[in-house]
């Protein structure tokens, strides 16, 4: 069964990590000052950055870090 996702699930480069937040694989801008890829209600995700259009994985603080997946 596939996922549709193609992408990797491991933080191997230098500006990448996983936010002990919300879960989601982020990664640092070049100069350090955003973090792009925090799930849509993390206190982590900047404030200028628009709702996105995925209407599955949003952060919610009473459900963990697992970005709201489920089994």
């Known amino acids: ?3 549709g996702y193609s992408g990797s699930f491991t933080a191997e480069k230098d500006r990448e990590f996983f ?4 879960g989601a694989r982020c990664t640092r801008s ?3 000052d955003l973090e792009y890829g925090h799930l849509v209600g993390c206190p982590h995700r900047p404030d200028d950055f628009k709702i996105g259009t995925s209407e599955g994985r ?6 963990g870090s697992d970005g709201g997946a489920s089994a």
């Open 1 to 3: 069964m596939s996922l």
């Open 30 to 32: 070049i100069n350090g």
């Open 58 to 63: 949003r952060y919610r603080p009473d459900e």
């Open 19 to 22: 936010c002990d937040t919300c």
